[in-house]
């Protein structure tokens, strides 16, 4: 006689040292739970997720509660119809095409030569701590055409409201100091907004200042809201990404070795991160119907945790879904980045994340001028480093020996 194992307790230190095997034990015997937790149901089959993220009946009603506060305003995972159409019409530009080629790009590259710079000649440094954690802020900081002397402060302003958005145990010190980030961003932005309405000039922040459809203008709270926002999402995936694609690589080094023969293998390996550890493991929805589930029904206006780890181990849409392989044919690696992308790390459907070309591109950098800086790299401490994280994951240190290319020969 099989005996079926209890539910796992998504908030235990078990779960959060080690999610998959829980993620295993949903998927095979609760595919729909109402964890009492975090009083939502959890979803962790890869067909429901992905119906989740793609039918209209799940609505982001659940963002008013989860976004808003942090970022000072709704935002546009939060809308939709004609309002949510218009307001990524305002946005999207800037984070594809040209714009993102020729404006941004340059951009990326430079922030990415700048930090590894500081240690090209080191014997070791920590990827996450000097470089996958600062990268993408520090873009973002360029981007909106803001004082670069504010690096360190984005950065504890990005920590903070991430931090509040990962806080499902809602420890309320954590909310505080998220809330407490939210007056203090918008009080940094708005008199920048106020000059560059009067005298905008070519970055992004004065792009989002003037930028009209259909009459339609972002308010002061939208564009801060925004910047929050951006600062979350852009962040967070960027950095956990970096951090991932190395601790995976270098967990295989054969397919490290692959990588580093053939450049065009770096898509791969980013794409193939975000299904074997995405940096975001769970997105809300709220059903605005009764749903059938593998598993049972969800009420209408119930919270929906889609979890977005479980779904990308299963078995049932990838072969040897626990195993990391740069090479797996499930995901074409040209359409993974799109709203057709064979994975689900970046939603799909109307809310596929507006910002998934600049996260590529980011990444795709990033990888590119560490493997050229460095021809030899290891982990320093003998294994790969523990993930950490519930809500969002990823190393919080990984301190790797390098072997800059000076020494080379």
């Not at 499902?168 to 000059?195: F, K, N, Y």
Request: aromatic share 8%; charged share 25%.
């Amino acid at each position: 006689m099989t005996t079926i194992p209890q539910p796992p307790d998504i908030l235990s230190p078990d779960f959060a040292a080690d999610p998959y095997p829980a993620y295993r034990v949903l998927r095979e015997h609760y595919p729909l739970f109402h964890d009492p937790g975090t009083g939502s149901y959890l979803i962790s089959r890869y067909e429901d997720v992905q119906r989740a993220f793609r039918e209209p009946v799940f609505t982001t009603d659940n963002y008013a509660w989860q976004l808003e506060p942090v970022h000072g305003g709704r935002t546009l995972p939060q809308m939709s119809g004609h309002e949510h159409a218009v307001r990524r019409a305002l946005v999207a530009p800037a984070f594809r095409g040209r714009d993102l080629r020729e404006r941004f790009l340059p951009v990326i590259e430079s922030n990415a030569r700048e930090l590894i710079d500081a240690f090209r000649d080191a014997d070791e440094a920590d990827l996450v701590a000097q470089f996958a954690t600062r990268l993408p802020v520090n873009v973002i900081v360029d981007m909106l055409g803001l004082d670069r002397a504010d690096y360190d402060r984005f950065h504890t302003w990005y920590g903070a409201v991430v931090a509040f958005l990962a806080n499902i145990s809602q420890d309320p010190d954590v909310t505080a100091v998220g809330l407490r980030t939210t007056e203090e961003l918008a009080a940094h932005l708005l008199p920048v907004i106020q000059e560059r309405r009067a005298a905008p000039g070519d970055d992004l922040l004065s792009g989002l200042c003037t930028a009209e459809i259909d009459g339609t203008r972002m308010s002061d709270r939208d564009i801060t809201a925004f910047v929050s926002l951006l600062l979350a999402a852009g962040g967070e995936t960027t950095d956990k990404a970096i951090a991932g694609v190395f601790r995976n690589l270098l967990a295989h080094p054969d397919q490290l070795a692959a990588v580093r023969a053939d450049r065009g293998l770096v898509p791969a390996a980013f794409a193939e991160t975000l299904r074997y550890t995405p940096p975001i493991q769970m997105i809300m929805r709220q059903p605005a119907e009764d749903v059938t589930l593998s598993g049972g029904t969800v009420p209408a206006g119930s919270t929906v945790t889609c979890l977005i780890g479980a779904a990308h181990r299963d078995e049932r849409r990838y072969a040897r879904a626990d195993t990391f392989d740069v090479f797996r044919t499930e995901i074409a690696a040209a359409g993974a980045f799109s709203a057709a992308a064979d994975h689900v790390a970046f939603g799909l459907g109307r809310h596929f994340c507006v910002g998934a070309l600049l996260a590529k591109a980011e990444v795709e950098v990033g990888v590119n001028q560490l493997l050229d800086a460095f021809p030899f790299m290891d982990f320093a401490e003998g294994a790969a480093p523990a993930e950490v994280g519930v809500f969002t994951r990823g190393p919080s240190r990984l301190r790797v020996r390098l072997t800059p290319g000076r020494r080379r020969g």
